[in-house]
C-alpha cells in the first residue's frame, strides 16, 4: 500500500514538474527577440524586410496554420525560429544555420522581398503571371525554391541544366507519358517518390525541355522531353553512403553491361558522384578520383589532345592537366575538356575543346604569388583560328587591339578586345554585333 502511495506521489511531483517546465520552455520561447535570431536571419530580414518590424519570434513554436509551413518543416525534427512581420507575414529560419526556409505573406510579400529571387526569374515570372502576387516562397537548398501565387499557380526557381544560373520551371508534369516513364524510373530503382510531390520541375531551355526531380536535397535526376532519364547527381559533397549507393543501384540498373564491364577496368576511382547520357551511345561519368567518357561500344574515349597541343603551340607552353567540362547536362547532351597549359612564364593558359574536338574557349591570365588573377591578351597569330572574313575585320578595324578571349560557342565567334569589346560573327565570319 505504501509503495502504491509512493508511486502515485512521485507520478504527480513529475507531472507538475513537466508541465510546469513546458510552461516556462513556451514562455521563453515567446520571449524571444530579433536579436536572438543568427546574425544570418537578421541580415536577411534587414536586406528584403526594411520596412516591416518584428513582431514576435518564437522558436518550434509556429504562429501560423501548418499548411503554410514547408515540407521540411513538417517532415523533418529540425528546430526552426518563426518570426512574425507587420503586414501578416511569416518567415521560418532553420536553427543551425540562420537560412530561411518559407516565407508566407497572405497579401503578398514587398517588393524589396521579390529580390529574394533571381532578377532574370522574377522578370520571367511576371511576364507569365502580371496580375498574381507571391504568396509564398518555400526553399529547399541554395538556389531552389517554390513559388506560389495568390492565383494559386506555382513555379519553381531552379538552376539551369549546366548548373550556370538559375531558370524559372514550372513545377508539375502534364505531359502523360512522360509522367509515366518517370514514374516508370523511380519504381525500376525503388525510389518510391511519386511525381505528384512537387520536387520534380520543368526546365524549358533554348536547347530544349528537361525535367528536373530533386531527392531529399541529396540526388538530382534530369529526365529529356520525353521522360527519359538522362542525368543522375549527387548533390552534395559529404560522402553519404546511403546516397552513393543509391546512385551505384542506379548506374547498375540503368547503364548498358559493356559501360559497367569498362568501368571495371579502371583503378581507384573512388564512389561515384555524376552519370550523365551524351547521346551516341556516350555516358559521362564523374567518380571521387577521375572523370571518364566512355562509349558502350569503344570504350574509353580519350580527350583530343593533338588539336589543343597545335593551339598551345602558339604560346610555346607545355601541357599541364585536363579534366572533362559539362558533367551535367547542357540542354540535353553536352561534354567537353579544359586543357590547361603553362609557359616559361607560368602563365595559365586554359583552352576548352568539345568531345568533337572543336576549340571553344581560349583564354590566358597570371596567377601572382599572392593569387591574383590578371588576364593576358593572346598571341597575335591565334586569329588563324577565325574564319577569314573574322580576320580581315579585325585587321581593319582593331589593328593595334589585343585579344583576350576568343570564343566558339552556339554558332557563333566572340572575340574580347582590348577588355573593352565583345564582338561576335556567324560561322561564316560575318560582323554581327558589338556589345561593350
Known amino acids: ?4 502511495h509512493l508511486f502515485l506521489f512521485l507520478f504527480f511531483l513529475f507531472a507538475t514538474f513537466a508541465f510546469s517546465s513546458c510552461s516556462n520552455n513556451d514562455e521563453e520561447s515567446h520571449k524571444l527577440g530579433i536579436e536572438d535570431l543568427p546574425t544570418s536571419s537578421q541580415e536577411f530580414l534587414t536586406k528584403y524586410f526594411p520596412d516591416n518590424k518584428v513582431v514576435s519570434v518564437s522558436l518550434d513554436n509556429p504562429q501560423e496554420s501548418s499548411d503554410t509551413r514547408s515540407t521540411e518543416e513538417n517532415v523533418t525534427d529540425k528546430k526552426f525560429y518563426y518570426v512574425l512581420l507587420e503586414g501578416q507575414i511569416y518567415i521560418s529560419f532553420n536553427h543551425a544555420n540562420g537560412i530561411w526556409k518559407n516565407i508566407s505573406a497572405e497579401e503578398g510579400i514587398p517588393s524589396s522581398a521579390t529580390k529574394i529571387l533571381d532578377e532574370h526569374v522574377y522578370r520571367e515570372l511576371m511576364q ?12 529547399f537548398d541554395e538556389y531552389n525554391a517554390i513559388i506560389t501565387l495568390s492565383n494559386k499557380h506555382s513555379y519553381a526557381q531552379s ?4 548548373y550556370e544560373g538559375t531558370t524559372l520551371a514550372d513545377v508539375n508534369v502534364t505531359d502523360e507519358s512522360a509522367k509515366l516513364k518517370i514514374d516508370e524510373f523511380l519504381k525500376r530503382n525503388q525510389l518510391n517518390m511519386p511525381t505528384t510531390l512537387g520536387r520534380i520541375f520543368k526546365i524549358t531551355e533554348e536547347e530544349g525541355i528537361a525535367y528536373r526531380l530533386f531527392i531529399k536535397n541529396e540526388l538530382v535526376l534530369s ?21 552513393v549507393d543509391l546512385l551505384s543501384k542506379i548506374a547498375g540498373n540503368e547503364l548498358p553491361a559493356s559501360i559497367s564491364e569498362t568501368i571495371k577496368t579502371q583503378n581507384n576511382l573512388g564512389d561515384i558522384r555524376i552519370i550523365a547520357l551524351y547521346g551516341n551511345g556516350k555516358y559521362g561519368l564523374r567518380f571521387k578520383n577521375k572523370d571518364l567518357l566512355v562509349n558502350e561500344s569503344t570504350g574509353i574515349v580519350s580527350p583530343p589532345v593533338s588539336l589543343a597541343n597545335k593551339i598551345a603551340a602558339y604560346f610555346g607552353s607545355s601541357y ?3 579534366y572533362p567540362d559539362g558533367m551535367s547536362i547542357v540542354g540535353p547532351y553536352e ?7 603553362d609557359n616559361d612564364n607560368k602563365d595559365n593558359i586554359s583552352i576548352e575543346l568539345t568531345q568533337d574536338g572543336i576549340w571553344a574557349k581560349i583564354s590566358a591570365s597570371h596567377i601572382a604569388e599572392n593569387l591574383k588573377v590578371t588576364p593576358l591578351s593572346l598571341p597575335s597569330k591565334i586569329i588563324e583560328l577565325l574564319p577569314a572574313k573574322t580576320v580581315d575585320y579585325l585587321n581593319q578595324s582593331y589593328q593595334n587591339g589585343h585579344i583576350y578571349t576568343l570564343r566558339h560557342q552556339n554558332n557563333e565567334y566572340n572575340v574580347y578586345v582590348d577588355q573593352q569589346y565583345s564582338l561576335y560573327f556567324d560561322e561564316e565570319g ?5 556589345d561593350s
Open 1 to 4: 500500500m505504501k509503495t502504491k
Open 128 to 139: 507569365k503571371e502580371s496580375q498574381a502576387k507571391v504568396v509564398q516562397l518555400s526553399s
Open 159 to 162: 538552376q539551369l541544366l549546366a
Open 223 to 243: 529526365f529529356n522531353e520525353k521522360g527519359e532519364w538522362i542525368h543522375a547527381e549527387i548533390e552534395k559533397e559529404d560522402d553519404n553512403t546511403n546516397v
Open 320 to 322: 599541364k592537366l585536363v
Open 335 to 341: 561534354y567537353g575538356y579544359t586543357f590547361v597549359y
Open 430 to 434: 560575318t560582323f554581327l554585333r558589338q
